[in-house]
């Protein structure tokens, strides 16, 4: 492995681990993304045209494998069996109840969103990435972005307490 391969990793694995988990919502899943991202940069640095910085160029690579995951059979067919355990499993309405207490309610929330929606929050409030960037990342216009993450925050609104809400209420962009 080159010493550049190397840096690129140490500097940005962890970064697109976490874009990679808040699409899948499975680490192991998610490390395995990431992987692939890196050996598809390793196989192909040379078509890096340094257009954007080499964080977003990475970013946009974990988002379309994440979205390629999501929409794979090997993706359905893990959605379908861990449907039939947790059916087939006997869990108490208590032990139910802690283990959504346990779950962070904003987290719980920006999951229900449409994939559209949560990549745009994501990007924007958890990555801290500018509406160019993101346009950028996700090949669309800026006004598709800013649209997209208006109407991420209204169905926030609705999924979320008003106090939760606080959080996410800076319409500024």
């Known amino acids: 492995m080159s010493e550049h391969l190397a840096s690129v990793m140490e500097k940005y694995g962890e970064y697109c681990l976490r874009v ?80 959504i207490d346990e779950r962070q309610t904003l987290t719980l929330a920006l999951f229900q969103l449409p994939i559209s929606y949560r990549e745009v929050v994501i990007l924007y409030y958890y990555q801290e990435l500018k509406i160019r960037e993101i346009a950028e990342i996700l090949t669309c216009s800026e006004n598709t972005v800013k649209t997209r993450l208006h109407r991420a925050r209204k169905m926030l609104y609705e999924l979320l307490d008003e106090q939760e809400w606080e959080v996410l209420e800076d319409d500024s962009f």
Do not use: C
Not at 53 to 77: A, C, P
């Open 20 to 99: 990679a988990y808040l699409y899948v919502k499975d680490w192991s899943i998610a490390e395995e993304i990431v992987q692939d991202v890196f050996f598809a940069y390793y196989r192909q640095q040379e078509r890096f045209e340094q257009r954007a910085s080499l964080k977003t160029y990475l970013v946009k690579i974990t988002v379309h494998k994440s979205r390629d995951y999501l929409r794979s059979w090997k993706n359905k067919r893990y959605i379908l069996l861990e449907k039939l355990h947790i059916g087939a499993s006997k869990r108490t309405p208590e032990m139910t109840v802690v283990e």
